[in-house]
Nanobody
Framework: QVQLVESGGGLVQPGGSLRLSCAAS????????MGWYRQAPGKQRELVAG???????NYQDSVKGRFTISRDNAKNMVSLQMNSLKTEDTAVYYC????????????WGQGTQVTVSS
């Protein structure tokens, strides 16, 4: 059974940093293109960053230079290092498959709340 468990969120001041983790079970992360998504209140879920099975990365323009997606194959995890956080980064963050038919994505996990506020 596939499970995605996100963690690492919290309350941080503007300019601060957080590192999010996504622990996957039931499938092998390194065999898939994986993405971090976020959903802010009243907005649709959007892709923030993606990493291909080959290690290529892609970022939403608003986070380029601030966020870094990575993968730990031994732990079957995907991480998102977030630096220079802005208030507009406030959202619930999720991980899931990337570059696939949305209907093939796994059930979303509970996500992890990131709140950037002074």
């Amino acid at each position: 059974q596939v499970q995605l468990v996100e963690s690492g969120g919290g309350l941080v001041q503007p300019g601060g940093s957080l590192r999010l983790s996504c622990a996957a079970s039931g499938f092998i992360v390194s065999f898939n293109d994986m993405g971090w998504y976020r959903q802010a209140p009243g907005k649709q879920r959007e892709l923030v960053a993606g990493i291909t099975s080959g290690g290529l990365t892609n970022y939403q323009d608003s986070v380029k230079g601030r966020f870094t997606i990575s993968r730990d194959n031994a732990k079957n995890m995907v991480s998102l290092q977030m630096n220079s956080l802005k208030t507009e980064d406030t959202a619930v963050y999720y991980c899931n498959l990337w570059r696939t038919d949305p209907r093939r994505r796994y059930d979303w996990g509970q996500g992890t709340q990131v709140t950037v506020s002074s």
